[in-house]
């Protein structure tokens, strides 16, 4: 088992998600590899560094009479550079801060006006704890669809899908079977993944309304060691789910297998991306574009050679754009333009270690040490924001939403066109999503706590 194989698993490794044969296989591998024993140390450190900040503690009292004296320091300023109409309704926000601050969360100062007619005020709604969160994976995400919010909770056995309900936070249900994550939802169910054994893996969908099985599905895992994808729901009534090389389509409703393409020799399959009647899939060298109905191959764009790596392609789409980010065995990763009218690439740049990517009207947004927007047609960076995290972009309106992990932690909203800072609110530290479903947004911190926040624009 060769390094390209081997370090897509070391997170998974690390937080113990392995099935026993498979972390036999990296624990043979990095008895004898130094450089991936050097990558597993920085994870633990990662996992470590994060789980001791996530403990939370009252604050003391010299920390709240700082609060204080920042307030009152942003209260007099805003005296000075506006009118006292203004500087009234300045100070009625910063109070609402504090009074957050100090009776709902205890290490938020609030939310913190960026010079934008778009800044909030801000009030928690609900908070849940006991959420699963794994800082260092993506199988945890939360998942919020028609008015619920489905994620794991965590448990001595394990996780267990959980159902809330969105404007109340309070249980909806909560599932008796084990899953390790990897959700997806539609109109009638919910669909996660549980262990079946060595080198097998199951599909199971859930009753969205009672949260109990529909239907469950095993798929035997093809030697390459990389994390599961969550499914893609197909209009109408049909499920796409890639599983190593293969991508699965399945019915929705039964879990019958409809069609099965494979792309052997060509690495692992990224998750698909729906475009009207078709499903576009990237392996390691290329970009497929598949008749949703069939599976039949009607087109596909060859990028690179095949020297592919064990890692999974990241696809985007937005308008006639593709946007997919290759790693070449032995090389750096590699942003790629295609136009899918044409089928032809339209630019490729240089992409480093990314996280996570984003693709919307307004450009092509990369998350990896910090934050990269690039112009859709040319390619050209419009802007970098240094920003410490792990967690994907989420966008609306306009806005880009991620959170940035640096210090006490904060939620950061950007301007897509211009990278500036819209607004911020500090002391969240999470890894996942920041969700906004009209006034309230949704996140997960790395304590497990699920926070349902308001916000109302001025």
Known sequence: ?????????????????????????????????????????????????????????????????????????????????????????????????????MAVWGAWPGARDASSPDAPVVGERWRYDGALAQPAS???????????????????????????DLATGRDRWRSRVRSVGYLAADAARVYCLAPAGPRRITLRALDASRGTVRWSRSHRRDGLLTAPCPPVAVRPGRLAWTSGTAVHLLDASTG???????????????????????????????????????????????????????????????????????RPRAAR???????????RTLWREPAGQVRHLLATSRGVFLRAQGIVAR????????????????????????????????????LVVLDQQDGQEVWHLAGIRSCDAFRRVGPTGYVKAHDGAIHAIALRTK
Not at 3 to 22: A, H, K, S, T
């Open 1 to 101: 088992m060769d390094c390209d194989n081997i370090r897509p698993q070391l997170e998974l490794f690390v937080l113990g998600g392995l099935p026993p044969v498979e972390a036999d296989l990296v624990r043979k591998h990095l008895a004898g590899c130094e450089d991936c024993r050097r990558i597993e140390r920085e994870c633990r450190l990662l996992v470590a560094e994060v789980r001791g900040r996530a403990v939370r503690t009252p604050p003391r009292p010299a920390f709240v009479r700082r609060v204080h004296q920042v307030v009152a320091r942003e209260v007099r300023a805003t005296r000075r550079r506006t009118v006292l109409r203004r500087a009234a309704l300045a100070t009625g926000a910063v109070a609402a801060g504090v009074v957050l601050a």
């Open 138 to 164: 993506s199988a945890d995400s939360v998942v919020v669809h028609d008015g619920s919010m489905y994620f794991l909770r965590r448990g001595a056995d394990g996780g267990r899908v959980v159902a809330i």
């Open 256 to 326: 019958r297998p409809i069609w099965q393409r494979t792309f052997p020799g060509e690495g692992a399959a990224s998750a698909a991306a729906v475009a009207g009647e078709t499903l576009l899939v990237a392996s390691g060298t290329a970009l497929y574009c598949l008749e949703a109905a069939s599976g039949r191959e009607m087109y596909r764009i060859t990028l690179g050679d095949d020297k592919h790596s064990g890692w999974r392609p990241l696809l985007a789409l937005a308008g006639p754009r593709a946007y997919l980010v290759l």
């Open 333 to 343: 990763a590699v942003l790629y333009c295609l136009d899918l009218s044409t089928r």
């Open 375 to 410: 112009d859709a047609r040319t390619g050209r960076v419009l802007w970098k924001h240094e920003m410490a995290g792990c967690g994907p972009m989420t966008a609306d309106a306009g806005r880009l939403y991620l959170t940035d992990s640096a210090q006490a932690g904060r």
